[in-house]
T-cell receptor
Framework: DSGVTQTPKHLITATGQRVTLRCSPR?????VYWYQQSLDQGLQFLIQ???????AKGNILERFSAQQFPDLHSELNLSSLELGDSALYFC???????????FGSGTQLSVL | TQLLEQSPQFLSIQEGENLTVYCNSS?????LQWYRQEPGEGPVLLVT?????EVKKLKRLTFQFGDARKDSSLHITAAQPGDTGLYLC????????FGKGTRLHILP
């Protein structure tokens, strides 16, 4: 158990809809990272937050947004969903080590 | 754009054989990590290498960081079915970027 909790584990929705994925980092970790994993693209970095503030941005679409709340949990919002958004979405948190990420078990999103 | 190329993409070998997988980039890493991911789970860190030329061993796994800190390799000795999984390398710059991984299958 990594200590990172992601909910829900599975999500099935339709094109055009909006969903929210939730992540609770390990106790005490201030950094949260979001990644999207698909078979053809691998693990793609979306966005990073540190103590409530956006720290780095990757290949995140404008239809996607995220935030980190004062209690350090984070949410990834995906809107106007398309078939191609179907993927595994991972959240990871990082403690004092600059490099080591602890990953949650992911949310499998299926857009039908 | 910072890219990490992993090779091979897929590898299927018999139990007991040795294997090496590679991670390459045109950029210099401040550090490089290897993760292993099993189906239905998130990646789990195996090792971090920081110094050019560094070699780290984790039981039957040997990790090497290139002298120029642009490439790395993972060597597995006497592979076992429990080694089956997706092996990912990740490089740290301002972000942590992952390669697409090597999907390893060890046949009993």
């Amino acid at each position: 158990d990594s200590g990172v909790t992601q909910t829900p584990k599975h999500l099935i929705t339709a094109t055009g809809q909006r969903v929210t994925l939730r992540c609770s980092p390990r106790s005490g970790d201030l950094s949260v990272y979001w990644y999207q994993q698909s078979l053809d693209q691998g693990l793609q970095f979306l966005i990073q937050y540190y103590n409530g503030e956006e720290r780095a941005k990757g290949n995140i679409l404008e239809r996607f947004s995220a935030q980190q709340f004062p209690d350090l949990h984070s949410e990834l919002n995906l809107s106007s969903l398309e078939l191609g958004d179907s993927a595994l979405y991972f959240c990871a948190s990082r403690g004092t080590s600059r490099e080591k990420l602890f990953f949650g078990s992911g949310t499998q999103l299926s857009v039908l | 754009t910072q890219l990490l190329e992993q090779s091979p993409q897929f590898l299927s070998i018999q139990e007991g054989e040795n294997l090496t997988v590679y991670c390459n980039s045109s950029s210099v890493f401040s550090s490089l990590q290897w993760y292993r991911q099993e189906p239905g789970e998130g990646p789990v860190l195996l090792v971090t290498v920081v110094t050019g030329g560094e070699v780290k061993k984790l039981k039957r796994l040997t990790f090497q960081f290139g002298d120029a800190r642009k490439d790395s390799s993972l060597h597995i000795t006497a592979a076992q079915p429990g080694d089956t999984g997706l092996y990912l390398c990740a490089g740290s710059w301002d972000k942590i970027i992952f390669g697409k991984g090597t999907r390893l299958h060890i046949l009993p």
